[in-house]
């Protein structure tokens, strides 16, 4: 399988925040948001992936600053790490206030995407090629992160062994 560069999939996106967007204290909805950066991480994925590619997992995703109505936010895309069917994808998002350029971190989401066929089947994505010291870095954390994600999806498939 062939390895391509994070460049290829790396992905940026701005909203402007409007009113369908808040709740009543006039800051954004946290599900807005998630389903934005969950937009993001899609859109990594398929560049990378040239597959079909589903949500298995988002992680780490606190909210560290509140966003405000007509705030401009800012989210971007980047491909960690892949096993063989799965993508790790991190979403940074950071608020600018329209009037005064004042820029706030909000807070980083880790998502891993699978590919699937079209049986819905896990299918083979490219590698990810290490082309300088952060990419590695970035392939290490996100094997430390994936092994831990792995131990907690299994406890619960077992807890739910069952039902799903
Ligand atoms: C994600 C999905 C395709 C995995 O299918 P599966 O048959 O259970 O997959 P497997 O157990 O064979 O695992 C395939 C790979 O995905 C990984 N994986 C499976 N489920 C995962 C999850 N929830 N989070 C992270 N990784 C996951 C496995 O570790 C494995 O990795 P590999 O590349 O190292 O082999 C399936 O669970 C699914 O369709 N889930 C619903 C997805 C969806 O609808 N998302 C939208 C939000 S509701």
Do not use: C
């Given at each position: 399988?062939?390895?391509?560069?994070?460049?290829e999939?790396?992905?940026?996106?701005?909203?402007?925040v409007?009113?369908?967007?808040?709740?009543?204290?006039?800051?954004?909805?946290?599900?807005?948001?998630?389903?934005?950066?969950?937009?993001?991480?899609?859109?990594?994925?398929?560049?990378?992936?040239?597959?079909?590619?589903?949500?298995?997992?988002?992680?780490?995703?606190?909210?560290?600053?509140?966003?405000?109505?007509?705030?401009?936010?800012?989210?971007?895309?980047?491909?960690?790490?892949?096993?063989?069917?799965?993508?790790?994808?991190?979403?940074?998002?950071?608020?600018?206030?329209?009037?005064?350029?004042?820029?706030?971190?909000?807070?980083?989401?880790?998502?891993?995407?699978?590919?699937?066929?079209?049986?819905?089947?896990?299918t083979?994505?490219?590698?990810?090629?290490?082309?300088?010291?952060e990419t590695?870095?970035?392939?290490?954390?996100?094997?430390?992160?994936?092994?831990?994600?792995?131990?907690?999806?299994?406890?619960?498939?077992?807890?739910?062994?069952?039902?799903?």
């Amino acid at each position: 399988m062939e390895q391509k560069s994070w460049r290829e999939s790396y992905t940026e996106l701005q909203r402007l925040v409007l009113p369908a967007d808040t709740n009543i204290y006039n800051a954004l909805y946290g599900g807005r948001l998630v389903e934005w950066i969950d937009n993001v991480a899609s859109i990594v994925a398929t560049k990378h992936s040239r597959r079909r590619a589903v949500t298995g997992s988002i992680d780490s995703l606190f909210f560290l600053s509140p966003i405000h109505l007509g705030d401009i936010v800012i989210m971007s895309g980047r491909l960690n790490y892949v096993t063989r069917t799965t993508m790790e994808i991190q979403v940074d998002v950071y608020s600018e206030e329209g009037l005064t350029g004042v820029r706030r971190f909000t807070t980083t989401a880790f998502l891993t995407y699978v590919a699937i066929d079209q049986d819905g089947r896990p299918t083979p994505v490219p590698g990810l090629l290490i082309e300088d010291e952060e990419t590695k870095r970035r392939f290490e954390e996100g094997a430390k992160r994936s092994e831990a994600r792995l131990a907690q999806l299994s406890r619960v498939r077992e807890s739910h062994k069952n039902e799903i």
